[in-house]
């Protein structure tokens, strides 16, 4: 009797492996193409291993998303300092310009309205929110700004690029974010300094 010796892949081989297929999919074929079953059978693994963390594709995707980023953890190791107010703006909301198709994914989502993206919005108004209270204490440090603004306009970059996104439909571009920062979120920050 011969006995054969599976190898097992580590929990993180396994999820690399998962988050990997994800984002093959998703940039290959298009999110509303990311199903479990194809994750499972691309990754090697099984569709219960993928039931039992998510509920919808989506959160999936989402979580290769952050994965394939490494922007879970850094939120707080972002330095402002160095830079312009201006020049901090920019480099946050060029990030968007990564994954245009995690972008579509997002909003069709908002738009059908379920408990994990409602969950998740509110998720990820907190960390915009975050960012820009950093982001703009950093610019009253450097005397660009007297006092901070309100959440409104805290949130109004963001905002506006998921407008831009499900208006137009076209890539964030960094010549976008340019237009975007300096005709729109400047403005409307230097607006509450008086």
Known sequence: MTSKKRNRRSNEDIQKAI??????????????????????????????????????????????????????????DIDFSGKTMRENLIAILTHFDDSPEFMKAYLVELGRGTDSINKLSKELQKQNLFIMERLLSQAQLDGEIKHTVTDYVKLLPFNLILYQAMIDKSKITKQLVIEIVDQVIVPAIMAQQA
């Open 19 to 76: 988050f990997d297929a994800t984002l093959e999919i998703m940039n290959e074929e298009g999110f509303e193409k990311v199903t479990f079953a194809k994750v499972a059978k691309r990754s090697g693994t099984n569709r219960p291993v993928l039931y039992r963390r998510w509920e919808t594709p989506f959160e999936l995707i989402y979580d290769a998303e952050q994965y394939a980023t490494d922007d879970v953890d850094s939120f707080d």
